[in-house]
């Protein structure tokens, strides 16, 4: 086989390795992102657990604090 042939195929299998390198380290930050969000939607989800709109029970405080309202205006 010439020497050009044997250069040819050194440089393809040269890129060829480097290309798949890169891909590597692409699938390794990839798969980093994914833990890190996957941290982040969790923390997400409990604030928006604890920042949850008022209950139910808000009716009925403020029907026990309708005097105190209407008093308020009185005055």
């Known amino acids: ?8 195929l050194i440089v393809a299998f040269l890129i060829i390795g480097f290309a798949a390198l890169g891909l590597i380290r692409v699938i ?3 798969r980093a992102v994914k833990s890190t969000l996957g941290a982040l939607l969790g ?5 928006a657990a604890q920042t949850a ?3 139910d029970a808000l009716a009925s405080v403020n029907a026990s604090l309708k005097p105190v309202r209407d008093f308020c205006e009185g005055v």
């Open 43 to 47: 923390g997400v989800e409990v604030v």
């Open 28 to 30: 390794l930050h990839l």
């Open 1 to 8: 086989m010439p020497a050009a042939a044997w250069m040819t």
């Open 53 to 55: 709109p008022v209950p």
